[in-house]
């Protein structure tokens, strides 16, 4: 083979490769639609898997699977199997699959890590000035529900497939070796003063702009990035650094054009752009790069000749915009920063609520004292456990015969400012390593110490064999990082847990789960967030005031506005503590096809140019603490199933609504078929009745049948007015 063979050879590859992706997104797209068609077929009061499954070309347990519902009776009532007696210490848990027979998760048969039985816990009188954490309610009965839904054991809690495998710390020297922190990479209070940026607010639908107390109108045709950088700059010769799209989305324009939204909005990242070129950064900012990102990407631009800098921003990561003028828009941005002002006299305004909190976070790290040096990172080792055994929000759909088939009502709770409860106290200093055996060792009291302090826990649990009620501990669901809750009388999973939701497990109203421990990570008792968050809560408390007593519907339109910024602030903020492994996209033209990183994934393409993306794993981020955003991930989720109020003198949560009654969770909210007198009074935590839908009403068996109710619900007049929901 000569080379002008193999060049055309290799064209006629690349030729493949389009064609290859192009029919991979058209069969994604199928594959879609017939999962669709399949649920929605599932619906029919008489559907059965048998008379679907060749119609689709599937088999029973795929369409088990897509829909739960049409799991035949021998699979979702499996008879209980026993529990291997012997345990064998291993560097790994045991794998756990799901029976070939049902889609319910597998009772453990093989042999696996020895573990310790945790005590039954009640929770002790809190100490005094120390905000009480959420807890499980005394075990009075609670009342039936008016429609009684089916046993427990004949609901399918999981997809067809074999359960992901959590990883474990190893054993011996190895796993303790993980029990230290990163040299030289710690969280300190920072030596300089953030810079501010001359930012404008445009809608790309009508071609306002707004910048300071001027607007212009543009024409935008085609809203390019081309065209949007030169008719701002043609409108303000003196230039911008941040242009905030307020609406019309020009990153979706051509999204018909395209397999998926992310390749969309790639595509418009990406396009030639005269005069200007992708960003690289400058000076300290490691902010370089265009970040795809299917609804609010940042596009980053650098002039080809000078040093005029501009990032295209959607403001839609601070808060919804739908239908609001850029001019209250940019009001609502004067009125954050005024409010964070008062709080920390050196505050701006940075691209994102998570950049914007991180940054507010650390100048409130003290000079003097114990922590002076900072906050250490842990090591790699661990903040990767954490990052694949510590979930978020709890999303679940309950269907039927979990729920009944007709429910009475639809009612949505939703917990204010959610996260604002929970970062009271987080765990600080040293990690230590709790084995099975050293748990063993303990007293009581001591047990009871530990898991209620600041820990992450290697459990095995078991359900109780008279349980009736929703699942309570997060299991590793088939899936990348899914997560599902089992409540079926007798199961038993292995999964990675929280203090608070271990103590929720131990102490509901309505029985203690069996814990058995496995591993441990526990750390000392800290306040690391405390002094931010309560300076965030002070700040959205003051907007939240403004919105409601100000006669200016425009102002408090903006001041609802910058609430909602502040709460974006915290919770995602938060969220960039847990450090995910970073995933670095990038673009080479056609013709330097052979450019592109060999381990890099192509995400996109066409006639110019190709982009790709590749993992780079974590970076040396002296802000990432994994542990603090678990802690209150898993508070949060604890919370939602039981929530004390020690001034009303009684309890709110999923677990004290009558058995059968939940119908779903969304991260802060939960949806039950009645309607609760848990108290209310504004606060980071209360739960907000958002929506009341009175039935009957036909159970919902996908989430858009669930939001598509819960929308109706919130438009009812039954609906709280007060819905500053979180």
Same mark, same amino acid.
């Given at each position: 083979?000569?080379?002008?063979?193999?060049?055309?050879?290799?064209?006629? @590859?690349?030729?493949?490769?389009?064609?290859?992706?192009k029919?991979?997104?058209?069969?994604?797209?199928?594959?879609?639609?017939?999962?669709?068609?399949?649920?929605?077929?599932?619906?029919?009061?008489?559907?059965?898997?048998? &008379?679907? *499954?060749?119609?689709?070309?599937?088999?029973?347990?795929?369409?088990?699977?897509?829909?739960?519902?049409?799991?035949?009776?021998?699979?979702?009532?499996? *008879?209980?199997?026993?529990?291997?007696?012997?345990?064998?210490?291993?560097?790994?848990?045991?794998?756990?699959?799901?029976?070939?027979?049902?889609?319910?998760?597998?009772?453990?048969?093989?042999?696996?890590?020895?573990g310790?039985?945790?005590?039954?816990?009640?929770?002790?009188?809190?100490?005094?000035?120390?905000?009480?954490?959420?807890?499980?309610?005394?075990?009075?009965?609670?009342?039936?529900? @008016?429609?009684?839904?089916?046993?427990?054991?004949?609901?399918?809690?999981?997809?067809?497939?074999?359960?992901?495998?959590?990883?474990?710390?190893?054993?011996?020297?190895?796993?303790?070796?993980?029990?230290? =922190?990163?040299a030289?990479?710690?969280?300190?209070?920072?030596?300089?003063?953030?810079?501010?940026?001359?930012?404008?607010?445009?809608?790309?639908?009508?071609?306002?702009?707004?910048?300071?107390?001027?607007?212009?109108?543009?024409?935008?045709?085609?809203?390019?990035?081309?065209?949007?950088l030169?008719?701002?700059?043609?409108?303000?010769?003196?230039?911008?650094?941040?242009?905030?799209?307020?609406?019309?989305?020009?990153?979706?324009?051509?999204?018909?054009?395209?397999?998926f939204?992310?390749?969309?909005v790639?595509?418009?990242?990406?396009?030639?752009?005269?005069?200007?070129?992708?960003?690289?950064?400058?000076?300290?900012?490691?902010?370089?790069?265009?970040?795809?990102?299917?609804?609010?990407?940042?596009?980053?631009?650098?002039?080809?000749q000078?040093?005029?800098?501009?990032?295209?921003?959607?403001?839609?990561?601070?808060?919804?915009?739908?239908?609001?003028?850029?001019?209250?828009?940019?009001?609502?941005?004067v009125?954050?920063w005024?409010?964070?002002?008062?709080?920390?006299?050196?505050a701006?305004?940075?691209?994102?609520?998570?950049?914007?909190?991180?940054?507010?976070?650390? &100048?409130?790290?003290?000079?003097?004292?114990?922590?002076?040096?900072? =906050?250490?990172?842990?090591?790699?080792?661990?903040r990767?456990?954490?990052?694949?055994?510590?979930g978020?929000?709890?999303?679940?759909?309950?269907?039927?015969?979990?729920?009944?088939?007709?429910?009475?009502?639809?009612?949505?709770?939703?917990?204010?400012?959610a996260? *604002?409860?929970?970062?009271?106290?987080?765990?600080?200093?040293?990690?230590?390593?709790?084995?099975?055996?050293?748990?063993?060792?303990?007293?009581?009291?001591?047990?009871?110490?530990? @898991?209620?302090?600041?820990?992450?826990?290697?459990?095995?649990?078991?359900?109780?064999?008279?349980?009736?009620?929703?699942?309570?501990?997060?299991?590793?669901?088939p899936?990348? &990082?899914?997560?599902?809750?089992?409540?079926?009388?007798?199961?038993?999973?292995?999964?990675?847990?929280?203090?608070?939701?271990?103590?929720?497990?131990?102490?509901?109203?309505?029985?203690?789960?069996?814990?058995?421990?496995?591993?441990?990570?526990?750390?000392?008792?800290?306040?690391?967030?405390?002094?931010?968050?309560?300076?965030?809560?002070?700040?959205?408390?003051?907007?939240?005031?403004?919105?409601?007593?100000?006669?200016?519907?425009?102002?408090?339109t903006?001041?609802?506005?910058?609430?909602?910024?502040?709460?974006?602030?915290?919770?995602?903020?938060?969220?960039?503590?847990?450090?995910?492994?970073?995933?670095?996209?990038?673009?080479?033209?056609?013709?330097?096809?052979?450019?592109?990183?060999?381990?890099?994934?192509?995400?996109?393409?066409?006639?110019?140019?190709?982009?790709?993306?590749?993992?780079?794993g974590?970076?040396?981020?002296?802000?990432?603490h994994?542990?603090?955003?678990?802690?209150?991930?898993?508070?949060?989720?604890?919370?939602?199933?039981?929530? &004390?109020?020690?001034?009303?003198?009684?309890?709110?949560?999923?677990?004290?609504?009558?058995?059968?009654?939940?119908?779903?969770?969304?991260?802060?909210?939960v949806?039950?078929?009645?309607?609760?007198?848990?108290?209310?009074?504004?606060?980071?935590?209360?739960?907000?009745?958002?929506?009341?839908?009175?039935?009957?009403?036909?159970?919902?068996?996908?989430?858009?049948?669930?939001?598509?109710?819960?929308?109706?619900?919130?438009?009812?007049?039954?609906?709280?007015?007060?819905?500053?929901?979180?």
């Amino acid at each position: 083979m000569d080379a002008k063979t193999f060049n055309a050879q290799l064209a006629e @590859l690349r030729a493949l490769r389009d064609d290859i992706k192009k029919t991979q997104a058209t069969l994604a797209k199928l594959e879609t639609d017939r999962a669709r068609q399949i649920t929605a077929l599932a619906g029919y009061e008489k559907a059965k898997a048998e &008379r679907i *499954a060749p119609a689709a070309g599937l088999s029973l347990a795929d369409i088990v699977a897509i829909a739960p519902i049409l799991a035949p009776d021998q699979l979702t009532n499996p *008879a209980p199997a026993a529990l291997t007696g012997a345990a064998i210490a291993s560097p790994e848990p045991a794998r756990e699959t799901a029976p070939p027979s049902g889609p319910e998760p597998a009772q453990e048969q093989a042999p696996s890590r020895a573990g310790t039985i945790a005590p039954a816990m009640t929770r002790p009188a809190p100490e005094p000035a120390v905000e009480p954490e959420s807890s499980a309610a005394p075990s009075a009965p609670l009342s039936a529900s @008016l429609s009684a839904p089916a046993p427990l054991t004949a609901a399918p809690l999981a997809a067809h497939g074999a359960q992901r495998t959590l990883p474990g710390i190893p054993e011996g020297p190895e796993g303790d070796r993980w029990f230290a =922190h990163t040299a030289n990479l710690a969280s300190t209070h920072p030596n300089f003063t953030q810079q501010a940026r001359s930012t404008v607010f445009l809608d790309t639908a009508t071609g306002v702009l707004v910048h300071r107390d001027q607007t212009f109108r543009l024409d935008l045709p085609t809203a390019s990035a081309a065209e949007i950088l030169n008719a701002v700059f043609h409108a303000l010769p003196d230039g911008v650094e941040r242009i905030y799209i307020t609406a019309g989305a020009p990153w979706h324009r051509q999204a018909d054009q395209h397999p998926f939204l992310k390749d969309a909005v790639g595509a418009w990242l990406n396009a030639p752009t005269p005069g200007w070129r992708t960003d690289a950064g400058r000076g300290k900012d490691r902010m370089a790069g265009h970040f795809v990102h299917p609804r609010n990407p940042v596009g980053r631009y650098q002039r080809e000749q000078g040093e005029q800098h501009v990032e295209i921003r959607s403001a839609g990561e601070w808060f919804d915009t739908e239908g609001t003028d850029p001019a209250i828009i940019r009001d609502a941005f004067v009125l954050l920063w005024k409010a964070l002002r008062r709080h920390w006299a050196d505050a701006v305004l940075m691209g994102s609520p998570s950049q914007t909190g991180r940054d507010l976070w650390t &100048r409130t790290i003290p000079t003097k004292g114990q922590y002076a040096d900072g =906050h250490p990172v842990l090591s790699e080792e661990l903040r990767g456990l954490f990052h694949e055994t510590a979930g978020q929000g709890r999303t679940e759909l309950i269907t039927p015969p979990r729920v009944p088939e007709q429910l009475p009502a639809l009612v949505e709770y939703d917990r204010t400012f959610a996260y *604002a409860k929970h970062t009271w106290k987080a765990g600080v200093g040293t990690p230590r390593r709790v084995t099975a055996a050293s748990f063993a060792a303990w007293s009581e009291k001591e047990q009871t110490k530990a @898991l209620f302090a600041c820990g992450h826990w290697h459990v095995r649990v078991t359900v109780p064999e008279t349980w009736d009620h929703i699942g309570i501990l997060p299991a590793p669901a088939p899936g990348d &990082r899914a997560w599902h809750y089992p409540a079926t009388p007798g199961t038993t999973f292995t999964t990675w847990a929280g203090g608070p939701e271990i103590h929720t497990a131990l102490s509901n109203p309505h029985g203690p789960w069996k814990i058995e421990i496995l591993d441990g990570i526990l750390f000392d008792d800290g306040k690391p967030l405390d002094d931010w968050s309560k300076k965030l809560k002070e700040a959205w408390s003051s907007l939240t005031a403004q919105a409601s007593l100000n006669g200016d519907p425009a102002q408090r339109t903006a001041a609802h506005l910058a609430a909602r910024a502040v709460r974006a602030i915290l919770l995602y903020g938060i969220g960039a503590f847990a450090q995910r492994p970073r995933t670095v996209t990038g673009t080479t033209p056609r013709t330097m096809e052979r450019d592109v990183p060999a381990d890099a994934e192509i995400i996109g393409f066409d006639d110019q140019t190709i982009t790709w993306q590749r993992p780079t794993g974590f970076t040396r981020d002296p802000n990432a603490h994994p542990e603090w955003a678990a802690h209150i991930w898993s508070s949060a989720r604890a919370a939602l199933l039981s929530q &004390r109020h020690r001034d009303d003198d009684t309890y709110a949560g999923a677990l004290h609504a009558p058995p059968g009654s939940v119908v779903a969770f969304r991260t802060d909210a939960v949806y039950l078929t009645q309607p609760q007198n848990w108290p209310y009074h504004g606060q980071p935590g209360d739960y907000l009745n958002k929506g009341h839908l009175t039935g009957p009403l036909t159970a919902p068996t996908t989430e858009d049948e669930l939001l598509t109710l819960r929308d109706k619900g919130r438009t009812t007049p039954q609906t709280t007015s007060n819905n500053e929901g979180s």
